[in-house]
């Protein structure tokens, strides 16, 4: 019986010569992640096992992201804990403030996850660095303290669902509407524990921040990962953000899927996911009803990367956002930033009423940069809008694209770039 692509990884990474789905293994490592939530949880039990250090100190990536710059006591503790566990242990991929970026965008730009690896993150959007070609995939905190301290983690051999992609996406269709309509097809449960395998000629018209976008997502469908094909595009990348050597490997041809769902991308249309759940989508035409919103955010580890950013500020140029709305848009590192910058896209942002601010998680998980009161409303590029998951629990958040959430800024609705001309 031929293996998947994960399954190939995996069982290389167990030193075995084949897996099959159901199959429990124990796996090296390539890297262990952390951020300032997860990480002092994990540091607590690795002193509970009394071991004398991490197995590799550079292979743990250590990124307090999620409420930097310290917003208040409780969060500078925790990022006081994580920094103490760094030094002490002369973590060499701990990101400091003024370094660090949100970590699933900051770890492939830096050139820590190449094609072939083994990741676990203590964060469930750890399956984005399956644009890569890897297999990574998001853990508890006792699994990332269990991985930092040995360099193994066990697993489950996922089955997996082959996503065959076609055709190119249409002007202002990006790869989050990809992944929203896949979602709202199969359900936020339809692909529990399996990985999603996106395959066909529609990837190579894929960018990789599309890929990032869509592979970050797999966790949404309830994946354990997702995963693109080593091609042309991904080993460009990995060649200019990294000097370590990829290892391709390719689903065999008669491997087994538990299912197989073809896209075309060209029939796609900007889709919205409303609250509360990611499955719930309606593609801009279905909409039919005024929704007024108060509050814009575009950027988080889904959608924060310097094309996402772009889009934003082709939206915004020569526009303002509309009264009584407030616009946050959040680069995802700080090469973003300096890009963004040099670029001229935050005098865009500027000058159209938004504000942007140093890279951070801040408003994804309710945490800062742009709580929700009760009764608010934010078309946001992030990836959940769970209640409350932006703050009040009789708030709502709409999920959509930077071109969306661009135009709904503009109009105080709902919006697409196509309809602000018209």
């Known amino acids: 019986m031929g293996m998947t692509m994960t399954q190939k990884i995996l069982a290389a990474h167990a030193h075995l010569a084949s897996v099959e789905a159901g199959q429990l293994i124990e796996a ?29 100190k550079d292979k743990i990536a250590l ?9 208040d006591i ?3 503790e925790h990022c006081k804990c994580v920094r103490e566990f760094a030094y002490r242990n002369q973590i060499t991929n701990y990101f400091e403030v003024g370094e660090m970026g949100i970590e699933h965008a900051l770890l492939p730009e830096k050139g820590l996850v190449v094609a072939g690896d083994v990741v676990i993150g203590a964060d469930s959007h750890t399956c984005t660095y399956g644009a890569l070609g890897a297999f ?25 669902i082959r996503v065959t992609l076609s055709g190119s996406l249409p002007e202002w269709v990006s790869g989050k509407d990809v992944i929203r309509h896949l979602i709202g097809r199969i359900g936020v449960d339809g692909a529990l524990y399996k990985s999603l395998e996106f395959v066909g000629e ?33 080993l460009a990348y990995i060649k200019e953000h990294s000097s370590r050597t990829p290892v391709i490997y390719e689903a065999d041809a008669d491997a087994v899927y538990d299912e197989e ?18 499955e719930n989508t ?26 996402d950013i772009r889009c934003a500020a082709k939206v915004l140029k020569g526009r303002h956002v509309a009264k009584g709305v407030r616009c946050i848009i959040i680069p995802a590192t700080q090469a973003v930033y300096l890009q963004a910058m040099e670029e001229g896209l935050l005098k865009i942002f500027i000058e159209a009423g938004a504000v942007v601010s140093t890279p951070t998680c801040g408003p994804c998980l309710g945490g800062y940069m742009g709580v929700l009161a009760e009764g608010e409303r934010c078309v946001s590029t992030t990836n959940r809008n769970f209640v409350g998951r932006m703050g009040h629990v009789n708030s709502e958040v709409y999920l959509a694209s930077p071109a969306v959430a661009a135009a709904s800024a503009v109009t105080g609705a709902i919006s697409w770039p196509g309809a602000l001309d018209q």
């Open 136 to 160: 990574s995939t998001g853990v508890g905190s006792t699994d990332m303290a269990a991985g930092m301290a040995t360099g193994k983690a066990w697993f489950k051999v996922p089955s997996a």
């Open 261 to 278: 769902i073809a896209i075309d991308l060209s029939a796609l249309k900007p889709t919205v996911a409303f609250p509360h759940l990611p």
């Open 74 to 76: 409780k969060s500078a």
């Open 202 to 234: 529609g990837v190579a018209s894929l960018g990789m921040d599309d890929r990032f976008t869509i592979a970050n997502m797999a966790i949404e469908a309830g994946a354990k990962n997702g995963i693109f094909p080593v091609d042309e595009q991904a």
């Open 63 to 71: 990124v307090p992201d999620h409420f930097v710059p310290n917003k």
């Open 282 to 307: 309606k593609t801009i035409d279905e909409i039919t009803e005024t929704v007024r919103i108060d509050q814009v955010v575009i950027g988080s580890c889904t959608n924060g990367r310097i094309e």
């Open 28 to 56: 090296d490592l390539d890297l262990v992640l952390g951020n300032d939530i997860t990480s002092p949880v994990a540091i607590k039990e690795m002193e509970k096992m009394k071991v004398d250090g991490v197995f590799d």
